[in-house]
């Protein structure tokens, strides 16, 4: 019973006129199994709404009993079928239903009960909800239109003409139409494979994961390349002195000897500044040890190495893609640089796979859609033109960020950097070093529930049957 509150540092003691009680209870955040997890948009077209809230004291603030009762006719709604859930906020009922709205393109037509400081006014601790029939006791709120309109009696507003006043508040300091030619690449027959075969075959074929300075993603690598089968090992580049980085070359050297892949995973190596996206992984893999041991490993072995996100970045700096070796690039070379719209991103994106001309996308066909998180601040690839004929000819553009109907698009709705030609992810000539922008080791089932689509790229799956004895 007693309210739990939880902080940075900024929370640990007294702030302004707070108090922090002398005993953290908990953060506000548990467990549930995922088959009783609700999203919050609107699923279906003549469900109603309605909203479950507390009593209030004086204060304003809820009555706790009567709370505790408005939290477990909630927990009974949903486990009994309500379609969606949210909690209003500073906007109230309005901007809840709007936001609930636009996901999916529905409209919503207000209840005449409705008041203007039931919709409008700030409405903390209450619950707005999907369901097929009105339970009892519960205010309706109205009733979800498939025509994208929200009305309110004689009064009505264009759904797309909120959006856009919702979306584009802030079009003036981040610009997001930004246009530019946008071309869709072609295909590779999935029977026609130009990647050989593996110098030796394994059950279960070993990666190692390189950790740097500002890595974060080595553990849903590390699981992913797991549940597909193969032997993770995140080794951590250490760098207090030049004695740790020296030592640490020598035991990535080493190991390389008996590994199968190399895969650099996502993070902020150097924290991106400025223009620090993967800098010191180049610098790493251009030691003389490494650079040695990656060609041995790609061209004898005939191993295959991954990066995404940051890592992508690496390897594009490397060279690795798109020529499959490490060189010393120049203003020729492709490159990846901030997004246009000169913020982070992160959100849900869907790419087509435009090739799956390497052993990392066996598993997949062209023209494929697979849905995938982004998190990056430099995912922009640009190319000269002749580069860009070079990696479209040679079917080394691998994915593509598209749209609602699966075309390339440039709309920043679809295409979270700008990247030219859309492009999401690339090969080397022989498709055995991959490099991509979405973060594919971030997906496990019962995730994104709430953006629907298909997730399982199957890559790490892929990869470890690249290496299985036949």
């Not at 400081?117 to 339970?135: A, I, Q």
């Not at 009696?153 to 264009?158: F, P, V």
Request: hydrophobic residues 40%.
């Amino acid at each position: 019973g007693v309210g739990a509150i939880g902080g940075k540092d900024s929370m640990s003691g007294s702030f302004e006129d707070l108090d922090v009680p002398p005993t953290l209870v908990s953060f506000a955040v548990t467990t549930e199994d995922i088959d009783n997890i609700v999203s919050p948009e609107f699923k279906k077209s003549g469900d109603y709404v309605v909203r479950i809230a507390p009593k209030r004291v004086a204060s304003g603030l809820p009555e706790p009993e009567s709370l505790k009762a408005c939290f477990a006719a909630v927990t009974a709604l949903l486990r009994g079928g309500a379609r969606a859930c949210y909690t209003p906020g500073m906007g109230g009922v309005a901007e809840a239903v709007f936001k609930m709205a636009a996901g999916n393109g529905f409209g919503f037509e207000f209840d005449p009960s409705m008041t203007d400081e039931d919709l409008f006014g700030e409405d903390y601790c209450s619950f707005l909800l999907e369901v097929g029939e009105v339970p009892a006791g519960a205010q309706v709120v109205g009733r979800i239109t498939s025509e994208p309109r929200f009305v309110r009696g004689a009064d009505s507003a264009d759904a797309a003409k909120l959006t856009a006043a919702y979306e584009g508040k802030l079009e003036s300091v981040y610009p997001c139409n930004i246009e530019q030619e946008v071309r869709q690449t072609g295909s590779v027959d999935s029977r026609a494979k130009e990647w050989g075969k593996p110098a030796a075959r394994f059950m279960t074929p070993k990666v190692l994961i390189p950790v740097f300075p500002g890595t974060n993603c080595e553990y849903d690598t590390a699981k992913a390349m797991y549940d597909a089968g193969a032997d993770p090992e995140i080794v951590v580049i250490r760098n207090l002195s030049a004695d740790d980085v020296s030592r640490s070359v020598d035991e990535f050297a080493s190991k390389l000897r008996t590994a199968q892949m190399v895969f650099i995973p996502g993070g902020f190596s150097g924290g991106d500044e400025p223009d620090g996206s993967g800098k010191f992984i180049t610098a790493f893999f251009r030691n003389a040890a490494v650079k040695e041991g990656v060609t041995e490993l790609l061209d004898e072995r005939l191993g295959l190495m991954c990066g995404i996100c940051n890592g992508f970045q690496a390897l594009i700096k490397l060279g690795l893609v798109p020529f499959g070796k490490i060189i010393d690039t120049d203003a020729s070379c492709p490159t990846l640089t901030f997004n246009t719209i000169a913020r982070h991103q992160s959100k849900i994106v869907r790419t087509r796979i435009a090739s799956n001309k390497s052993p990392w996308l066996a598993f997949t066909q062209p023209g494929e859609i697979y849905s995938v998180p982004i998190s990056h601040g430099e995912g922009r690839l640009v190319a000269g033109e002749e580069m860009l004929e070079y990696l479209a000819e040679n079917k080394l553009i691998a994915t593509q960020y598209v749209d609602l109907e699966g075309k390339p698009s440039s709309d920043i709705q679809y295409n979270p950097n700008g990247s030219t030609f859309a492009i999401e992810g690339i090969t080397s000539p022989d498709g055995r070093v991959f490099g991509k922008m979405g973060h594919a080791e971030r997906w496990d089932e019962g995730l994104y529930r709430n953006v629907p689509g298909s997730y399982d790229l199957r890559m790490f799956e892929a990869a470890a049957a690249y290496f299985r004895k036949e």
